[in-house]
């Protein structure tokens, strides 16, 4: 809600300022919507800035260049705001087919808001031409490869040399609207009976050809509308992410370590499909540890949970073994951009080597935690090879005591080593998963 006395924002006014906290400030879109959402009353109010954002973000790289065409000149650093005014309307105009002359009045109402009365005649002038003239605008950004594809150059050229076969498949998936995805608790209920209880609050939903506790909405919903939500019947939990308690094979009892677990998914779900596991779930953050604390509450099923560097288990770990270990790693997310397209601004191409190094100091560090004959599960939601293979088969070139452990399944691609879910293949968001064995 809006401070007392403090004049009402409009829905456009905030996603302007929600565009600039990400595009100039580095903020990620989640903390910024939040706040902006704050300042809403009304729900449609709020998915109407939730639309705008996201979409402005996914396609930030063209509207970027549409908007460089239109002007004579740049804007000056202190008037961004006005570029996100202008990024805002041209979103609706391209995407959301609002009425131009509404679309037009409403983008000069955000610059009067916000005291920059010498843009008014600009920002008219611009929203009118981009009209006018759409056609011959769009023969232009069709030879830039960023507005091409809505992506920043360095990203394209990386997933060109790692995927030559399919980077344009992925660039288009990370373009699209992701769906809304469920994961069922098998030990509550089965897959085709919660179905027939989401069909009875009349939410349309299908199961996942590849994963046996997917189900994939027609159309998203709040969460607390989804029968059983509430007491951890069900969760929301992308296909992919839901691969990873199987590849794992956890048996009853067995002693598991969650080496990077915020925010929880996969956590949940190891102690739902496997109840008795003795499971330390360890993050380096501890308000995400708060999530994964209540993702845990919500489904009722405990966890030992620890703040802690993964890569310093001498902090931590004490002298204990573990029989499975799960390393989710930190990464580009460049395999979740559908869901995250604010990634594309945040993420650079020097990001890549930190997180890489970054990846190879906790797959080392932990690797001594895992009992003989145990088995890890090194996992990313990247599509980058750095990241994943290569970052796999070094771990394995300098450890003798490793082996990979093929996985042999009909969803993803065979990589060497392990295997990789390519985003939008099958629905599903782009992850990385390989099987490393300790051998005895």
């Known amino acids: 809600m809006p401070a007392p006395g403090k004049k009402k924002q409009t829905v456009r006014a905030i996603a302007a300022q929600v565009l600039l906290q990400v595009s100039a400030r580095g903020h990620s879109l989640t903390r910024a919507l939040a706040a902006g959402q704050q300042q809403l009353a009304s729900p449609a109010d709020s998915a109407l800035l939730q639309e705008m954002c996201y979409g402005s973000l996914r396609w930030y790289y063209r509207l970027d260049v549409i908007v460089s065409m239109l002007l004579n000149k740049p804007l000056k650093q202190r008037d961004q705001d006005i570029f996100c005014v202008l990024v805002i309307g041209l979103y609706q105009l391209e995407f959301m087919h609002v009425p131009a002359h509404a679309v037009v009045k409403e983008t000069v109402d955000v610059v009067l808001a916000l005291r920059k009365h010498w843009a008014k005649g600009l920002v008219n002038a611009l929203l009118r031409e981009y009209q006018r003239n759409a056609e011959a605008l769009r ?6 490869d960023e507005a091409r594809y809505a992506h920043p150059a360095w990203m ?13 498949t992925i660039l288009d998936a990370n373009n699209q609207r992701p769906p ?3 994961r069922v608790d098998l030990q509550q209920t089965t897959v085709a009976e919660y ?22 909405l027609e159309q998203a919903v709040n969460v607390h509308e989804l029968p059983g939500f509430s007491r951890g019947l069900v969760s929301v939990q992308d ?11 956890l048996q009853a009892g067995m002693r598991v370590l969650d080496a990077c677990c915020a925010p929880g998914g996969k ?30 509450d919500r489904a009722a099923v405990d966890a030992e949970l620890l703040v802690g560097d993964a890569s310093k ?10 029989e499975r270990i799960l390393v989710d790693a ?6 979740v951009i559908r869901r995250h397209p604010d990634i594309k601004l945040l993420r650079s191409s020097t990001d890549i080597e930190t997180l890489v190094a970054r990846q190879a100091d906790i797959l080392a560090a932990v690797w001594p935690l895992l009992a003989p004959g145990g088995m890890l599960v090194y996992s990313t939601c990247s599509v980058f090879r750095q990241e994943n293979e290569q970052q796999v088969a070094a771990f394995l070139q300098h450890h003798a005591d490793a082996r990979e452990r093929p996985i042999n399944a009909d969803w993803g691609v065979r990589c060497d080593p392990g295997r990789q879910v390519l985003p939008g293949s099958h629905g599903m968001d782009g992850f990385y998963y390989a099987c490393l064995e300790k051998i005895n």
């Not at 296909?239 to 094979?249: C, D, F, M, P, V």
Request: aromatic fraction near 6%; hydrophobic fraction near 40%.
């Open 139 to 144: 023969e232009q950004w069709q030879q830039d």
């Open 156 to 168: 394209i050229a990386r997933l060109a040399q790692d995927w030559p076969q399919h980077y344009q």
């Open 180 to 182: 809304m995805v469920l």
């Open 195 to 216: 179905q027939q209880q989401l069909a009875e609050q009349d939410i349309k939903a299908r199961a996942s050809e590849f994963v046996d506790s997917a189900v994939i």
């Open 239 to 249: 296909s992919s992410a839901q691969l990873a308690a199987g590849l794992l094979q």
């Open 267 to 296: 956590t949940l779900h190891m102690l739902q499909a496997c109840p008795s596991l003795q499971l330390l779930a360890l993050d380096s953050d501890g308000d995400r540890l708060q999530q994964v604390q209540e993702n845990l």
């Open 313 to 322: 288990p001498v902090d931590w770990a004490g002298d204990r073994l573990f």
């Open 330 to 335: 930190p990464c580009s997310g460049s395999g």
